[in-house]
């Protein structure tokens, strides 16, 4: 059984800057593409970010390019989301998830392992 763990949300002000790791458990973490995804208060859930298998490529949600980057570091199953510039329109909770395949993908469908979230909140 696959688990995602997410950490590193919390409380923030509007320019400020969170790190969100995400734990993965399984010797197969490193063959699947990784993803973030938001969900805010009274909103459907988004696409924020995603990884293929070995961290060479990556792919962004446009609210978010140029201010978060995410990477991932197979040997100890973790992958990051570095968030700068946070804005007020940020806030929510985000998600990592595990794709079904090695390519990145922004499509929630094509996760199939959720983490349970961690909050993020941006003050302004």
């Known amino acids: 059984q696959v688990q995602l763990v997410e950490s590193g949300g919390g409380l923030v002000q509007a320019g400020g800057s969170l790190r969100l790791s995400c734990v993965g458990s399984g010797r197969t973490f490193n063959i699947y593409a990784m993803g973030w995804f938001r969900q805010a208060p009274g909103k459907e859930r988004e696409f924020v970010a995603a990884?293929?298998?070995?961290?060479?490529?990556?792919y962004y949600a446009a609210s978010v390019k140029g201010r978060f980057t995410i990477s991932r570091e197979n040997a100890k199953s973790t992958v990051y989301l570095q968030m700068n510039s946070l804005k007020s329109e940020d806030t929510a909770d985000y998600y990592c998830?595990?794709?079904?395949?090695?390519?990145?993908?922004?499509?929630?469908?094509?996760?199939?392992?959720w983490g349970q979230g961690t909050q993020v909140t941006v003050s302004s």
């Open positions: 990884v293929s298998w070995n961290g060479g490529l990556t």
């Open positions: 998830a595990r794709g079904r395949s090695a390519v990145a993908r922004s499509s929630s469908e094509e996760y199939d392992y």
